[in-house]
């Protein structure tokens, strides 16, 4: 009677001790909450969207996740708010470059992405350089050698000296000596219209936002921004192969969560971003959208957070942006 | 011809019944979600696009131009009956419209704003079928110069806008131009007067200051003046809740006036329809015979900016559809909504995919159609609001403003400066300061100063950029004249009076 209650008990405990990896793995109790720094329709609210609705198409994790749009301080509003959720395991923040060029120039924006857990990379957004399509720069040198022979009166239609366009100038720039105008438009419409309206000489925009105008003839594309020839593209030379060897400076988006959550909540949410990433749905938005689909795993994630501030800082103090930190 | 039969085509399309149902839904849960404060067309569109999912391209890309136009549609309500903006483009319309309620011509004023949006609407529907392609090249030729005499020619009418005092309507403008810079410096990427807040680095949005400024110092004032012993007169036969025929007949320039100006500033990227419609209630008191009766509830300041907010909806689908440049925050939801159609605007649309096109604009005509069959209505209704006693609807006000003012952010931060705002509202109001300049300042201030950098950065610091092009030109000339022309009335009246003594 008594050997088996022990023969029971020691058998509870072997089961305990077969359990306990499983027991481990951590899943979300409540809803998870996807932090999107700007307002419904605004670019990192429909990514937020979209990466939920992979994820629902997919079947890869069937809980409630919801957008939530933390606005203000253009992005620092949500950056903080991920630092005070410190621990919670439910909140993700869906971050873009801005993440991580904001704090480096804002002395008011005091969050960093490399205080935060870092969960995933998933996308790069290629980028092209183009000219108006009756141009007479057929390729990006004869684009430089104008620039050379009149220095600042040839001109780039782009965003915040910040952004990813600005800082292929810079570098662009830096490597042939030339000098062009850099003309900020707030949005990627007004860019585009002083483009094609002749009033800016070139401008780097993203291939969905132009592939009509290409299609038409309206615009003509010089080289892509990026490491290798995009698929849909396979005529256009990158940066190097047009002469230009620079850093690649890559815009990507992904997940970061508070600081202070679980290991095994970190393991949980790089599995599902790892699977959702390998899923049809996502394959799909992908290839609408012209993004590259690119997976970085927490670790991989967290060094390359590292990696870019170094980068950018670098590029930005080249450029004469006042630096914060 | 050939624009005629593929309308037609078009519209035998669009007037299928289950198109029209989707017409109809989507123009009404715009127009509903519309209504609430603080979400504009651009949050409208984007919290009910999903909704659209899964069904028929089609019947998707008609739903989602009904949703558009009701979503345009709806701001007007909370601005006339309770003096809340419900966006950005329906501020001016507070000036006349909330006074034309407080004489009791609240359904009056409703019903003038719904038949201007259709009129003008309509007007941009039938410039966009017809015109397009022109009219976008000449969009196109807008460079930073221009835009800078554009928002010149706007914060000149100023002096239109203004009160009794002209001292006192240019420090409440150089007030908004103030407000307008803080946050972050596009072109530097560095702060401005955020005295270390995290949260000012984006600015401070557009409805807080307008709603506080607005419908906050409203009602305290109206509490100050002890209003609780007047109150608002609703009439109760329904023709008298209708604008009268005199009161239509007021409108008459205004419609073409909103139409037009709506239009061709709608057409431009960046411009918006808040500048549209204080243009075009700038222009309707410049014109008028009675300027000095505007902001006491004239159905023309009413009529004037509703109708320049709808025009700008065809006004702001010419680029996009034959260009494929979204010139604003709700156009560009439009064509992220459209690409996931499988509907690619741009300049092949046209010639490549005629049945979509010519669909999409067919269903534009019947939306503004169904908007105002489905509105007028829901003005008797909507009038009865003023009806609620005081002491239940200055709390109501108060609460619709908290939720407008959370609502655009979801940040507690906005509740202190929607305080903020309401008590400095308040203190000009006391002290004879017109809000009115406030607002056009912060709304044209930020486009001017980003113009004059650019212009500057074109021509390598020469300031000669601004004035030696022609349109710039033109458009800064109209702007001395109308900077002068207080002067000019008071030399002519002087003289005159001098005549006849």
């Not at chain 1, 621990?87 to 005091?110: C, F, I, K, N, Y």
């Not at chain 2, 509105?375 to 609001?385: G, M, S």
């Not at chain 2, 200055?394 to 655009?408: C, M, S, T």
Request: glycine share 12%.
């Amino acid at each position: 009677m008594q050997r088996r209650h022990l023969l029971a008990a020691g058998g509870t405990l072997a089961l305990a001790g077969l359990v306990r990896p499983a027991r481990a793995a951590w899943t979300p109790s409540r809803p998870i909450e996807f932090v999107a720094h700007n307002g419904p329709g605004s670019g990192p609210d429909v990514f937020a969207r979209a990466l939920i609705s992979a994820i629902e198409q997919d079947k890869i994790y069937e809980g409630r996740m919801q957008v939530a749009n933390r606005v203000g301080g253009g992005g620092a509003t949500a950056m903080n708010y991920i630092m005070e959720r410190r621990g919670d395991p439910h909140v993700v923040g869906v971050w873009t470059s801005l993440w991580m060029s904001l704090p480096l120039v804002q002395a008011e924006a005091r969050s960093q992405v490399t205080d935060m857990t870092a969960i995933a990379r998933v996308a790069i957004e290629p980028a092209v350089v183009i000219v108006r399509g009756d141009s007479p720069y057929r390729s990006l040198a004869d684009f430089i050698e104008a620039a050379k022979a009149r220095p600042g009166q040839v001109r780039q239609s782009g965003g915040s000296p910040t952004a990813r366009d600005a800082l292929v100038r810079q570098l662009l720039m830096a490597h042939t000596g030339a000098r062009w105008a850099f003309i900020s438009f707030p949005s990627g419409g007004e860019r585009m219209s002083a483009l094609l309206g002749g009033h800016v000489d070139m401008m780097i925009a993203e291939p969905a936002e132009i592939r009509e105008q290409v299609r038409a003839g309206r615009l003509r594309i010089l080289a892509t921004a990026t490491a290798t020839r995009l698929p849909l593209l396979p005529d256009v030379p990158t940066l190097a192969e047009a002469g230009f060897p620079i850093n690649d400076v890559i815009q990507a988006r992904g997940l970061v969560a508070p600081p202070g959550i679980p290991e095994e909540a970190v393991a949980f949410y790089g599995d599902l971003f790892r699977r959702m990433s390998e899923g049809p749905a996502w394959a799909k938005y992908v290839e609408d959208n012209q993004l590259q689909s690119a997976f970085l795993s927490p670790a991989d994630t967290a060094a390359f957070f590292r990696d870019y501030q170094v980068q950018l800082r670098d590029v930005l103090q080249t450029g004469g942006v006042r630096l914060a930190r | 011809m050939e624009t005629f039969a593929a309308l037609g085509h078009g519209f035998a399309v669009a007037l299928q019944p289950v198109n029209l149902f989707w017409c109809f839904v989507g123009c009404f849960l715009g127009t509903i979600v519309g209504v609430l404060p603080g979400l504009g067309p651009a949050a409208t569109i984007a919290l009910l696009l999903p909704l659209t999912f899964g069904m028929d391209p089609t019947g998707g890309v008609i739903m989602l131009a009904g949703i558009y136009f009701g979503a345009k549609y709806g701001g007007s309500t909370t601005s006339i009956l309770l003096n809340i903006p419900g966006e950005a483009s329906s501020v001016v319309t507070c000036l006349d419209g909330y006074q034309m309620a407080r004489k009791g011509r609240g359904g009056a004023a409703l019903g003038i704003a719904a038949i201007a949006s259709f009129v003008a609407g309509t007007f941009g529907i039938v410039a966009l079928t017809l015109l397009a392609p022109p009219i976008a090249e000449f969009a196109l030729s807008f460079s930073s110069p221009e835009y800078f005499a554009l928002m010149v020619l706007g914060l000149s009418l100023v002096v239109v806008l203004g009160g009794s005092s002209l001292l006192k309507a240019l420090l409440s403008l150089l007030f908004g131009l103030w407000l307008t810079s803080i946050g972050t410096d596009l072109f530097t990427s560095q702060s401005r007067f955020t005295f270390g807040s995290s949260f000012l680095l984006g600015g401070i949005d557009f409805m807080v200051i307008a709603v506080g400024v607005f419908a906050i110092a409203g009602v305290m004032e109206s509490i100050r003046a002890r209003e609780e012993n007047t109150p608002i007169p609703v009439p109760n036969r329904l023709r008298e809740l209708m604008p009268s025929w005199a009161e239509l007949k007021a409108c008459r320039f205004a419609f073409l006036n909103g139409s037009v100006t709506g239009f061709i500033v709608g057409v431009l990227p960046g411009a918006g329809s808040a500048i549209a419609s204080f243009i075009a209630y700038g222009v309707e008191k410049a014109v008028s015979r009675h300027p000095e009766k505007f902001g006491t509830g004239v159905p023309e300041g009413v009529a004037a900016p509703e109708g320049a907010n709808n025009a700008d909806s065809g006004g702001a689908m010419v680029p996009l559809l034959t260009l494929g440049i979204p010139g604003g925050g709700s156009t560009a939801i439009l064509l992220s909504a459209l690409v996931v159609w499988g509907v690619k605007p741009g300049p092949l649309m046209m010639t490549e995919s005629p049945e979509v096109f010519w669909g999409l604009i067919a269903s534009l005509y019947i939306g503004s159609v169904m908007l105002l069959v489905m509105n007028l209505p829901l003005v008797p209704l909507f009038a009865q609001i003023l009806r609620i006693p005081v002491y239940v609807l200055f709390p109501l006000i108060f609460g619709l403003a908290l939720v407008g003012a959370f609502g655009v952010s979801d940040n507690p931060m906005n509740l202190m400066l929607l305080a903020g705002f309401g008590l400095l509202g308040y203190v000009m109001a006391q002290f004879g300061f017109p809000p009115a300049p406030l607002i056009l300042g912060f709304v044209l201030g930020d486009a001017m100063e980003r113009a004059v950098r650019q212009s500057l950065t074109m021509s390598m610091g020469d300031p000669a950029i601004l004035v030696e092009r022609p349109l710039s030109a033109v458009m800064l000339g109209l702007a001395v004249l109308v900077l002068i022309s207080p002067l000019l009335g008071r030399l002519l009246r002087r003289r005159r009076a001098g005549a006849t003594a």
